[in-house]
């Protein structure tokens, strides 16, 4: 911004220095040539009172010395039968030419020009009077006044562009802490407040900020209220549950009835623990996270005669996430397997480590699923399912600038990606053409 406001200062300006500039040169040029011009009549003129009294060539001779021109050699007389007093540089035509005219006339010559003054005599005839002009005093100090008048318009260009430069420092700065705040919001920091700065736009939307990390924290801290109230609100029942459940007897009915207390408990400490848990902060290893919690489900697939694989996950991993928030991912995605696919299905779990980004992949031989875009809806209910467990991975997932693909595995079923960016997201280059259509 700071570069396209200086560049518009200095077109701007040097537009309109230009226009006032160029008109004054020529101007000043025109002033300077007239004055030339007016100074040497005067002095052709100033023998017009001699002349008329006497052409005796003492006294013309005097009457030339008297004058500047003349002292320096570049007058000269013209008398009507010829005779020339002094140097004379114009032709006889200009000069029959301008007694017949009987006005003042202006003749280029080499070396300059000249003026030629026609004065009346006392016989009635008519003498010219010539003074010479050098080229260079028609030009006389024309330059040193465009030399100014260029140092004046590049001083008003320079201070257009320093101030515009100046004005979007302070946008840019405006701007930038705006962006950051906003940036620090995303990635979690409620805390994070600016001081309304810059233009009258951006104090507003800096006000507007604030407003809205303001409300993002209350409704924040309404969530984690609630997730409080709904923990204490059902853990009680279901420890009553878990006390009559233990006191029925062994048996299928009775261990049906435990594995499935067992599993609500779990289904209720994941949902707790997504709510309450803030996303976007700390890191983990997620090498070790998969390792414990496949080696949790181990017990489970053993006893429902699966098989079960972990690929990829013998060297370190880490990952933007806090390591409760991707247990609770990769519980929800195995607990999906257990609840969804019959028994004896296998399933494997991968780690595929890549440059700025990590990949989860679950993959079972089960039935798959049928329709990808409702399973990841949450509330959607589909065969059993509320859809929580894969919208907890996907958040998860999506806390890190990652996202969540359903596909078909190589073992026949469903295989759940979760992909975590762990890099900086490279930012496309575009094409000047489609920068000024974004433009339009």
Request: glycine share 10%; hydrophobic share 45%.
């Amino acid at each position: 911004m700071r570069r396209a406001l200086g560049l518009v200062a200095l077109a701007v300006t040097a537009m309109v220095a230009l226009a006032f500039l160029i008109p004054l040169a020529f101007t000043v040029r025109e002033i300077t040539r007239d004055r030339a011009l007016n100074a040497a009549e005067r002095e052709a003129a100033s023998m017009g009172p001699v002349l008329s009294l006497s052409i005796k060539p003492g006294d013309v001779e005097r009457a030339m010395s008297a004058t500047e021109t003349g002292a320096s050699g570049r007058m000269s007389v013209h008398l009507p039968d010829g005779t020339v007093f002094g140097t004379d540089r114009a032709d006889a035509e200009a000069v029959t030419e301008a007694a017949r005219r009987g006005g003042v006339s202006t003749v280029e010559v080499t070396g300059g020009h000249v003026v030629l003054q026609p004065v009346a005599l006392a016989d009635s005839q008519v003498a010219v009077v010539e003074v010479f002009l050098p080229g260079g005093e028609l030009t006389q100090g024309v330059w040193s006044a465009w030399l100014a008048m260029a140092a004046v318009g590049v001083v008003l260009v320079a201070g257009s562009v320093v101030a515009a430069d100046r004005m979007g420092t302070r946008v840019v700065r405006a701007t930038q802490r705006l962006a950051d705040a906003a940036a620090a919001l995303g990635e979690g920091d409620l805390s994070v407040r600016i001081e309304p700065e810059g233009p009258p736009e951006l104090v507003e939307a800096g006000f507007a900020f604030n407003a809205m990390a303001d409300r993002v924290t209350q409704l924040l801290a309404a969530e984690r209220e609630m997730a409080a109230d709904l923990s204490h609100r059902l853990r009680t029942p279901l420890a009553a549950l878990r006390l009559n459940v233990e006191a029925l007897d062994a048996g299928p009915v009775g261990d049906q009835t435990r594995d499935a207390v067992d599993q609500l408990e779990r289904e209720i400490d994941l949902i707790i623990r997504a709510v309450r848990t803030p996303t976007g902060r700390g890191s983990c290893d997620a090498a070790r996270v998969l390792r414990e919690r496949v080696a949790f489900w181990s017990a489970l697939a053993e006893d429902e005669g699966r098989n079960c694989e972990l690929i990829g996950a013998d060297q370190k991993a880490p990952v933007p996430l806090p390591a409760a928030e991707l247990e609770a991912a990769v519980d929800a995605l195995l607990g999906n397997v257990f609840r969804h696919t019959a028994e004896g299905t296998d399933f494997v779990v991968t780690l595929h480590v890549g440059e700025g980004v990590t990949g989860i992949l679950v993959a079972d031989a089960g039935p798959g699923i049928d329709d990808p875009e409702a399973a990841l809806e949450r509330g959607r209910s589909s065969r059993g399912s509320t859809g929580l467990g894969l919208d907890i991975a996907r958040r998860a997932a999506e806390s890190t600038g990652g996202y969540l693909r359903i596909h078909r595995s190589v073992l026949g079923g469903a295989q759940i990606q979760i992909w975590l960016r762990t890099g900086e997201r490279p930012t496309p280059r575009r094409s000047r053409r489609s920068r000024r259509r974004q433009r339009v």
